[in-house]
């Protein structure tokens, strides 16, 4: 939804394109939006973003808040249906899409996780 939005944006902003012969408008493309916006994907870059916070948070002090947040497991029963998607879970899915078993470990070593949070921006997969 966030690239679709990025894209509707996009094209309002450089406008359609119009046919010297037919004088009739045409959308522009999303491969025409990308060579003349040449950004990076916007939702690649949450992702990595967001892999490199957990690995911030992974690395603080056991007894800091949002680390026991991290670590939770919440007590009592679930509601009736599909559980809601975690925080943790979409970073584990990312993980598993660009073939890091193990991500909790690598989350420690600072440099490693720096590499692995700058291939998450090229990375086709996300």
Known sequence: MLGRFERKILRRIFGPLRD?????????TNAELE????????VREV??????WAGHVKRQADDRIIRLVWEQVPAGKRPQGRPRKRW??????????????????????RDKWKLVVKSAKTH???
């Open 88 to 109: 943790k879970d979409g970073i584990t899915e990312d993980l598993g899409k660009m073939g890091i078993t193990n991500g909790e470990k690598l989350m420690l070593d």
């Open 20 to 28: 010297p012969e037919t004088l009739q408008y045409k959308i522009r």
């Open 124 to 126: 086709t997969g996300l």
């Open 47 to 52: 992702k990595a973003q967001r892999l490199r």
């Open 35 to 42: 060579r003349l916006y040449n950004a990076p994907d916007i």
